[in-house]
């Protein structure tokens, strides 16, 4: 049996970025590249209540386990909503925060949270973690977006299981986008071509980039497009300009920026993560009040994109309802808490059973509305 041992980190750039990406199975979001560039640019660390406390487990030399796991002292940019939890703790006087949380920050992907060479390593370093959590004063311990497996080995351990929806969407090995509204039933396939229409008469051209085509300039754009989205909202971005940029060069494979132009003059921008199976949407914002463009640029042109390019799915992030008519499916997300309280872990199992119950009877109802002529099954997950 092997003898492992468990390590913190508090700056995943003192891990050797090649180990670390040995055990990702090439997954964007996780990958070394993206954590530095969080960490690099100051979006995480002590002025943002993200502290790093990577988790890492070593058989002598060699890194088998690793897992992003951070020290919150608070709950903004998680996407898994326990702010309710947070209050009730302080109305009985108790601190919640700061607690540990294993997520990939501001960034709501499901995927392997557990990073191993394999079952058995990955199995341990949950162990070690939840020892950490044991052995430490802090409230809980929270895995956000932990694959359907993992969330298996969570429960078993004795972590709450918490469910969620996004929507996603899947290739059939659809030719193009024409195959794939041939999918769906007329009333949307309908929907959809008045949107391309609608979006097609601001007589807007289109340009895929990566990070080793996009220049300084057409981040610069994006960025100012991205904040814009979240002064509309009353709400400033997560990530600075630097972020962007530096993830670009580090990793440029992962990255995807797409481009609305006007006789050469961008006027809105998406920004997606990819890897080798899926795409992401992630980000977008426009200079001035295009209706139907957002969903040109966040999602038709995303799925044209996977098709050309056949990826298995298209991601199109937290929420959105809206996305089931433009052929995006719900699927199942799950996160996993340990709660160090007793009596608050039973209150919070109690809550669990009855959300997970609205959240069946949701994910029937949204099966009854599904935009495809015959029902296609349930979705992956």
């Not at 038709?300 to 996977?306: F, P, S, V, W």
Request: charged content about 20%; aromatic content about 14%.
């Amino acid at each position: 049996m092997p003898t492992y041992r468990f390590r913190r980190f508090d700056d995943v750039s003192g891990i050797d970025a090649a180990a670390w990406d040995a055990l990702t199975d090439g997954q964007a979001c996780v990958s070394h590249a993206f954590l530095a560039a969080l960490e690099a640019t100051g979006c995480v660390g002590a002025a943002t209540g993200w502290l790093p406390r990577h988790a890492t487990l070593w058989e002598g030399p060699q890194l088998v386990a690793a897992m992003p796991l951070y020290e919150k002292h608070h709950s903004y940019g998680e996407y898994v909503f326990d702010w309710a939890w947070a209050e009730a703790y302080a109305r009985h006087g108790l601190a919640y925060y700061p607690k540990w949380l294993a997520a990939v920050p501001f960034t709501p992907v499901p995927g392997m949270r557990l990073l191993g060479r394999d079952t058995a390593s990955r199995k341990a370093l949950l162990q070690a973690t939840l020892a950490l959590a044991e052995e430490s004063s802090l409230s809980s311990l929270h895995v956000l977006f932990p694959t359907e497996t993992e969330a298996g080995w969570m429960r078993e351990a004795g972590l709450l299981i918490r469910q969620g929806v996004q929507f996603h969407w899947f290739n059939a090995g659809y030719r193009d986008f024409d195959g794939f509204l041939g999918s769906l039933n007329h009333e949307k396939r309908k929907k959809i071509r008045q949107d391309r229409r609608h979006a097609a008469a601001h007589a807007l051209t289109f340009r895929w980039l990566d990070g080793t085509t996009a220049n300084a300039a057409d981040w610069a754009f994006f960025h100012r497009c991205y904040a814009a989205t979240y002064a509309l909202h009353r709400s400033t971005p997560y990530l600075g300009a630097r972020f962007f940029a530096q993830l670009a060069s580090q990793a440029p494979r992962s990255v995807r920026l797409l481009l609305a132009e006007r006789q050469g003059q961008p006027v809105a921008s998406a920004f997606f993560l990819c890897d080798d199976e899926a795409l992401y949407g992630r980000y977008w914002g426009a200079t001035e009040h295009l209706p139907f463009l957002h969903f040109e640029l966040c999602y038709y042109r995303a799925i044209d994109y996977c098709i050309d390019h056949r990826l298995s799915r298209f991601e199109g992030g937290a929420q959105g309802e809206h996305k089931l008519a433009r052929g995006l499916q719900p699927v199942v997300t799950r996160s996993a808490h340990w709660i160090r309280e007793p009596r608050w872990r039973d209150a919070v199992d109690r809550f669990l059973a009855q959300e997970t119950a609205g959240i069946d009877f949701y994910l029937d109802e949204l099966t009854e509305r599904s935009p495809f002529r015959a029902l296609q099954g349930t979705a992956p997950e």
